[in-house]
């Protein structure tokens, strides 16, 4: 942990929405293989490198949460404070975050208070928050709105159109002096009022509230449209797209399984090699550094140095998709292709596609794996060894 920070940032992650699409809640739904909660929190940490990171979680979500967070690179994982657990509804959850700050040895002057699902708050929408929390003491980000607002009866008739110059759409991070709104919580919490969002608690215990400006690219990720549309802004953030190949080929010794892309697959001949021979590792590995001209995989771990003795060559794919990832690029498709006789590949080709998925940390729809003979031609045909070749397209920022 570093040191007490003034700032801390509290992102609320605790909601059991799923409506986005798959079952498991949305702000862990991936969003070009980072989970929607770690880009959000990417985006905090590089908006406001010096902030602890406080995000309240459902009870049901830890393993989610901990998987999120052990793929953040390591700097901002030091920022991060063990996870709230949240309450009944947001309020709740908000107040039990407050309360876990409150409980540090030294709490934060300031406080954000951020939804999991705007991924999109930029550096200075941050910086915009601080200052309006110091020079208000409660302010939330507004954007003006480009329709026009009608306040509707029962029936449908409109019983009053607001003046459109004074309605704002409220966004977050809303921003606070973290003693004003920790007391505001704990006496909201007393007298069983529910909010709709911390302005307002802010506001019911007689504090007035700065609206600052928001941004319209900070939007809410609710449905499957917003997720396609976050998805295309990353992309259009990574326009330089690049190609690499990977070859590689071990030879049959003795042994009764071979590995396949992190999967031992039962076998009547083991791979010889310095690693664990995985053929297939090897050919995906050389093609992402190859994509991103980082050298060979022999560069990066040279079979000389006997730490790599009987390595784990997931270790060495892992590293190069996080090369690929410190450069704020992604690994866009891998495709790749095993050549033997034997072992067949057909049945055990969707858990090695998903374990070569999980060990980049990519979507298993951007990973093909195909298996073909030699027709008993050459080495592969006599058995004397197995090939793979692999393709890997990565996306760069421009
Ligand atoms: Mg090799």
Redesign the pocket.
Known sequence: MTAPSPLAILTVAGGRGSRAGEGIPKQYRSLLGETLLARTLKALHAAAPQALLLTVIHADDRALYDASVAALPAALRETILPPAIGGASRQASVRNGLEALQALEKPPKIVLIHDAARPFADPALIARAIDAARDHGAAAPGVPLADTIKEIDAAGTVVATPERARLRAVQTPQAFDFELILKAHRTAASQALEFTDDAMIAESSGHAVHIFEGDPGNFKLTSREDFLRAESLLLNDLPDIRTGQGY???AFVAGDHVWLGGVSIPHDHGLA?H?D?D?LS?AVTDAILGAIAEGD?GSHFPPSDPQWKGAKSSIFLAHAADLVRGRGGMIAHIDATIVCEAPKIGPHRETIRASLAEIMGVDIDRVAVKATTSERLGFTGRQEGMAALALATVRLPG
């Open positions: 590689d080929v071990h090699g690693s021979a053929v090897h995989i």
